[in-house]
């Protein structure tokens, strides 16, 4: 297979997933994703004359190139896509109205927006403006553009065809945060949405689990969930913040994530300053309670408030007070539009005791190693349409890694790597190339040993190690030293 078909393969896999998309919107689909469905149909025509000999790889380099969504480097081009978008949102102002409704104020920002930067590029493409200044004042709008159209975006073309040339989709170390590969977690995604309206839940699990790339996934999938709410996910991830700024770290991802969907009037009540760090809880709380009221107010759905908190054990490291100050805050907003859910390793042990200001107010569901069925859709759906997998490769695989999913994906990885650097063009993976790769493994969820090392740990460990994640000969004591 070539360059150019394992390119045209994937346009056509992405084109499918924004297709599938744009389909759960029911004709309100964001228009990033309106955009990106443009430009992966015209990447396909393109890419179908090259491999028919109509078009030169220089000219449809080129072609290519343009299609890059980040770029205003040919303002006629950019002006025609802000009138098509322009036309999309005038539609659906136009809906609303049909419906005998007000548009909500979001929209009516929204074509604000896009009527200036027309003005701006037209002034700009008369000369009456330097390009300078059409650019600077170009970006606060694109900026504010861009958050009103959130949405999880693809790799666009240009970029995909230089990423296909050293092909490896698998990520070892990182949480996974595109929805595309996301492999998976099904049940517990569902598990998760179902408890959302009713309960406060906690995601736990050993470290290197999955838990944040189940909660960047649940972001995606909440964002696009349609049914009798609206939700509107926020993502928070608390390692390493201070107790003194975690109640201002937690509202300033807020307020940027529902900005587009608040009235005017709510932002500007709110006590919150960016600038200013010393934010109390009872600010918090006001300034929560006013955003909570303005959601219901600018979306046809009624809203609903999803907090995503990673790392929460930092938490745990917080005085009393502290600890106190949120359990009150939310217990003022259980059974209405704010939904939580927590994510840590340690959480479910911690805040069992009734002790703990937490205890009885979280439904706990824990992550597992995967079943063999995700744990093989995991191995060959990343690479799916470039290499395959013989069953004994896939076994192996299996028996390696235990069905963990940080493990399935660094064996893999270093597989893939294996196969580009010795056996070009081969497609096939072999239980050799695995075979390969495991003598010399060192996972990423453990410590880097040396020979001395692991000489005194054989011959000193016990047999049975109850209740420790891992035996330091050295001090006697459990220590746990996996990475996020």
Same mark, same amino acid.
């Given at each position: 297979?070539?360059?150019?078909?394992?390119?045209?393969?994937?346009?056509?896999?992405?084109?499918?997933?924004?297709?599938?998309?744009? *389909?759960?919107?029911?004709?309100?689909?964001?228009?990033?994703?309106?955009?990106?469905?443009?430009?992966?149909?015209?990447?396909?025509?393109?890419?179908?004359?090259?491999?028919?000999?109509?078009?030169? %790889?220089?000219?449809?380099?080129?072609?290519?190139?343009?299609?890059?969504? &980040?770029?205003? +480097?040919?303002?006629?081009?950019?002006?025609?896509?802000?009138?098509?978008?322009?036309?999309?949102?005038?539609?659906?102002?136009?809906?609303y109205?049909?419906?005998?409704?007000?548009?909500?104020?979001?929209l009516?920002?929204?074509?604000?927006?896009?009527?200036?930067?027309?003005?701006?590029? %037209?002034?700009?493409?008369?000369?009456?403006?330097?390009?300078?200044?059409?650019?600077?004042?170009?970006?606060?709008?694109?900026?504010?553009?861009?958050?009103?159209?959130?949405?999880?975006?693809?790799?666009?073309?240009?970029?995909?065809?230089?990423?296909?040339?050293?092909?490896?989709?698998?990520?070892?170390?990182?949480?996974i945060? @595109?929805?595309?590969?996301?492999?998976?977690?099904?049940?517990?995604?569902? !598990?998760?949405?179902?408890?959302?309206?009713?309960?406060?839940v906690?995601?736990?699990g050993?470290?290197?689990?999955g838990?944040? &790339?189940?909660?960047h996934?649940?972001?995606?999938?909440?964002?696009?969930?349609?049914?009798?709410?609206?939700?509107?996910?926020?993502?928070?991830?608390?390692?390493?913040?201070?107790?003194?700024?975690?109640?201002?770290?937690?509202?300033?991802?807020?307020?940027?994530?529902?900005?587009?969907?608040?009235?005017?009037?709510?932002?500007?009540?709110?006590?919150?300053?960016?600038?200013n760090f010393?934010?109390?809880?009872?600010?918090?709380?006001r300034?929560?309670?006013?955003?909570?009221?303005?959601?219901?107010?600018?979306?046809?759905?009624?809203?609903?408030?999803?907090?995503?908190?990673?790392?929460?054990?930092?938490?745990?490291?917080?005085?009393?007070?502290?600890? +106190?100050q949120?359990?009150?805050?939310?217990?003022?907003?259980?059974?209405?539009?704010?939904?939580?859910?927590? *994510?840590?390793?340690?959480?479910? @042990?911690?805040? *069992?005791?009734?002790?703990?200001?937490?205890?009885?107010?979280?439904?706990?569901?824990?992550?597992?190693?995967?079943?063999? $069925?995700?744990?093989?859709?995991l191995?060959?759906?990343?690479?799916?349409?470039?290499? $395959?997998?013989?069953?004994? *490769?896939i $076994?192996?695989?299996?028996?390696?890694?235990?069905?963990?999913?940080?493990?399935?994906?660094?064996?893999?990885?270093?597989?893939?790597?294996?196969?580009?650097?010795?056996? %070009?063009?081969?497609?096939?993976?072999?239980v050799?190339?695995?075979?390969?790769?495991?003598?010399?493994?060192?996972?990423?969820?453990?410590?880097?040993?040396?020979?001395?090392?692991?000489?005194?740990?054989?011959? $000193?460990?016990?047999?049975?190690?109850?209740?420790?994640?891992e035996?330091?000969?050295?001090?006697?004591?459990?220590?746990?030293?996996?990475? !996020?």
């Amino acid at each position: 297979m070539t360059d150019i078909e394992a390119f045209l393969i994937k346009l056509h896999q992405n084109l499918n997933i924004l297709r599938e998309r744009e *389909a759960k919107y029911v004709g309100d689909a964001p228009l990033t994703l309106l955009n990106q469905i443009e430009d992966h149909q015209t990447a396909i025509m393109l890419t179908e004359q090259l491999r028919r000999g109509e078009l030169s %790889e220089t000219d449809w380099l080129e072609a290519l190139h343009i299609l890059n969504t &980040s770029t205003i +480097s040919d303002p006629t081009i950019f002006l025609l896509k802000l009138h098509r978008h322009l036309n999309t949102l005038r539609e659906r102002e136009l809906k609303y109205v049909k419906w005998g409704g007000s548009p909500p104020v979001s929209l009516l920002n929204q074509i604000q927006d896009y009527q200036t930067a027309i003005q701006l590029t %037209e002034k700009f493409l008369r000369r009456e403006l330097k390009e300078v200044d059409w650019q600077q004042a170009l970006q606060p709008l694109l900026l504010s553009i861009e958050s009103r159209n959130n949405q999880i975006e693809l790799l666009d073309p240009w970029v995909l065809f230089i990423a296909t040339k050293n092909y490896n989709p698998y990520i070892a170390g990182p949480p996974i945060t @595109q929805p595309e590969m996301f492999f998976g977690r099904q049940a517990d995604l569902e !598990k998760v949405i179902g408890l959302l309206k009713n309960n406060f839940v906690m995601l736990t699990g050993p470290r290197r689990i999955g838990k944040t &790339s189940l909660l960047h996934q649940l972001t995606y999938q909440l964002s696009i969930l349609m049914g009798i709410e609206k939700f509107i996910p926020v993502l928070v991830n608390i390692e390493g913040a201070l107790e003194t700024e975690f109640f201002h770290l937690l509202m300033e991802e807020i307020v940027s994530a529902v900005q587009p969907f608040l009235p005017p009037e709510t932002t500007t009540t709110l006590s919150f300053d960016l600038s200013n760090f010393v934010y109390p809880a009872r600010a918090f709380s006001r300034d929560l309670q006013a955003i909570l009221k303005g959601l219901q107010t600018t979306t046809p759905l009624p809203s609903r408030l999803v907090l995503l908190l990673d790392e929460m054990d930092t938490l745990n490291s917080y005085s009393l007070e502290t600890q +106190s100050q949120l359990r009150r805050i939310f217990q003022r907003f259980t059974n209405t539009n704010l939904s939580i859910v927590v *994510a840590g390793v340690k959480l479910r @042990q911690q805040w *069992a005791g009734e002790s703990s200001p937490f205890y009885n107010m979280f439904i706990p569901v824990t992550l597992s190693p995967f079943p063999e $069925t995700e744990a093989r859709r995991l191995i060959t759906g990343p690479v799916q349409g470039r290499y $395959t997998y013989q069953d004994e *490769a896939i $076994t192996r695989i299996l028996q390696a890694t235990s069905g963990l999913p940080h493990r399935i994906q660094q064996l893999c990885l270093e597989v893939i790597n294996r196969i580009s650097t010795t056996s %070009e063009g081969r497609q096939e993976i072999t239980v050799e190339d695995v075979d390969s790769i495991l003598p010399a493994i060192q996972w990423l969820d453990e410590p880097t040993l040396s020979q001395d090392q692991v000489t005194t740990i054989v011959t $000193t460990q016990p047999a049975i190690a109850e209740d420790r994640t891992e035996y330091d000969p050295t001090t006697s004591t459990s220590t746990d030293q996996e990475t !996020k």
